[in-house]
T-cell receptor
Framework: GAGVSQTPSNKVTEKGKYVELRCDPI?????LYWYRQSLGQGPEFLIY????????DSGLPNDRFFAVRPEGSVSTLKIQRTERGDSAVYLC??????????????FGEGSRLTVL | AQSVTQLGSHVSVSEGALVLLRCNYS??????LFWYVQYPNQGLQLLLK??????LVKGINGFEAEFKKSETSFHLTKPSAHMSDAAEYFC???????????FGKGMKLTVNP
């Protein structure tokens, strides 16, 4: 597709379960970002990939959160032992090379995670 | 460290009226500033950006914003609101050469006929 694609669009899970959220960036975009948006808040940075490597994971809240991008394209955000406080919309964005100078991130529609 | 403040969460204007969405920033380094818009059921989209060139920045759909260092502000304006402008608007800041955008809480704009 032409834009950033995220699946699933909605995920309901029980406390303590494991969850994977997938992001398919725009073709050719080397930079990929994960943000989390809680209700009534703006997006909050989680992690940035340049190619296959995580260049900045300073926003991951704790070690239950992990993300990979093994082939430099699709990325998966993994959440272990989910907690009710993890409920949020998880946003993925991509950028052609780097957002540092252009600031232009292309966002997907997000994956809404609800932990019961 | 960077942060932005968008006071209030909701603004309502009449069609044809001026749109003014306020954003104040805090940054320990010269900032880059952005406005993103989220239309219903769509992803966030870049509206305009300030990256240290002209202080008055023009964006898509008739929006513009002015960087005022003395006021640490980057307010978004549009002279005449259109029904299609109804959306949520986010101000964001980053340090130069930083990959991390820091967003405000957002402002939901309603346009009344």
């Amino acid at each position: 597709g032409a834009g950033v694609s995220q699946t699933p669009s909605n995920k309901v899970t029980e406390k303590g379960k494991y969850v994977e959220l997938r992001c398919d960036p725009i073709s050719g975009h080397t930079a990929l970002y994960w943000y989390r948006q809680s209700l009534g808040q703006g997006p909050e940075f989680l992690i940035y990939f340049q190619g296959t490597g995580a260049a900045d994971d300073s926003g991951l809240p704790n070690d239950r959160f992990f993300a990979v991008r093994p082939e430099g394209s699709v990325s998966t955000l993994k959440i272990q032992r989910t907690e009710r406080g993890d409920s949020a919309v998880y946003l993925c964005a991509s950028s052609l090379n780097s957002a540092a100078n252009t600031g232009e991130l292309f966002f997907g529609e997000g994956s809404r995670l609800t932990v019961l | 460290a960077q942060s932005v403040t968008q006071l209030g969460s909701h603004v309502s204007v009449s069609e044809g009226a001026l749109v003014l969405l306020r954003c104040n920033y805090s940054s320990s380094v010269p900032p880059y500033l952005f406005w993103y818009v989220q239309y219903p059921n769509q992803g966030l989209q870049l509206l305009l950006k300030y990256t240290s060139a002209a202080t008055l920045v023009k964006g898509i759909n008739g929006f513009e914003a002015e960087f005022k260092k003395s006021e640490t502000s980057f307010h978004l304006t549009k002279p005449s609101a259109h029904m299609s402008d109804a959306a949520e608007y986010f101000c964001a800041v980053s340090g130069r050469r930083s990959e991390k955008l820091v967003f405000g809480k957002g402002m939901k704009l309603t346009v009344n006929p």
